[in-house]
């Protein structure tokens, strides 16, 4: 994973030295309308969602350092191991679908054992960036599920990242 990481960090001075953006703003308002319905990953996101709070960078750090201490859930699309500390990885988590779909049904199993049952425990839902729907469909997965405290990260990994914040391996979990 290290060594995926290491092109990617080329890619983004590379893109820098050309004059491109190397990420995606993470409080950019695209003027996408808000809904719940789940999308395929690649697609600009809206800034808010219903049933979920939308959490800047700034936001999460201050969660993470509450008392409630959060479940963090990172849906792990475009991701070469790095993740928000603490992280609990289930792959593909984001991924599009419908509420009735196997994926629904697998997150439901799992979702007893990551939060040992406590539907009003904090919960964040990340994914890549504001530019990928995985992390907003997680989260809309999570409500779905009855979660009722759901965070989005919106700016996701790469945000997080961008900001300098520490970064760890997520715990890549089966599901």
Known sequence: MRFYRAQVVRLQDELRLAGARDHSDEDADFGVAPDGVLREVAGRTS???PGVVTISTA??????????KPIVIDAMTNWWGSSIPGAVGLKYAGLGGDFADEAQGRLKAKKGEISGGDLKRPIVAVGWNSERFDGRNLALHLVAL???????Y???R????VNGLPEAIADVQPW
Do not use: F, N, Q
Not at 59 to 68: E, F, I, K, N, Q
Not at 146 to 152: A, R
Not at 158 to 161: D, L, S, T
């Open 59 to 68: 936001g999460l750090t201050r969660l993470l350092a509450d008392d409630a």
């Open 158 to 161: 790469e945000a997080w990242e």
């Open 154 to 156: 919106r700016g996701g």
């Open 146 to 152: 009855g979660y009722t405290h759901v965070y989005w």
């Open 47 to 49: 800034t808010t969602t």
